[in-house]
């Protein structure tokens, strides 16, 4: 099973960016994914998962509004939409399905 992150970079607060995670090695369209983040310093915190069918979303209330989570069965790939970025919101960020996790890609938001 692996799990690709990609699409972390540099951005300036109240920019956006994309985040894909490329799964393979299991049946993606069973698994609920989701999305954790790791600010430097910090514990790893939950961003937000999305249900197998991609009907039901769930996000902390630190994102709500701003992030948005979704999935392409068909390519076996999660996406985290990011928009109005803060400084806060740096950190890596570590894709989800099931209980299988990948590597994370680095977010970093200048202010």
């Known amino acids: 099973v692996q799990l690709q992150a990609s699409g972390g970079g540099l951005v300036q607060t109240g920019g956006s960016l994309r985040l894909s995670c490329a799964a393979s090695?299991?049946?993606?369209?069973?698994?609920?994914v989701g999305w954790f983040r790791r600010a430097p310093g910090k514990e790893r915190e939950f961003v937000g998962d999305?249900?197998?069918?991609?009907?039901?979303?769930y996000y902390v209330d630190f994102v709500k509004g701003r992030f948005t989570i979704s999935r392409d069965n068909a390519k076996n790939t999660l996406y985290l939409q990011m928009s109005s970025l803060k400084p806060d919101d740096t950190g890596v960020y570590y894709c989800?399905?099931?209980?299988?996790w990948g590597q994370g890609t680095l977010v970093t938001v200048s202010s």
């Open positions: 989800f399905a099931g209980s299988k």
């Open positions: 090695g299991l049946t993606f369209s069973n698994y609920a």
């Open positions: 999305l249900n197998w069918s991609g009907r039901r979303t």
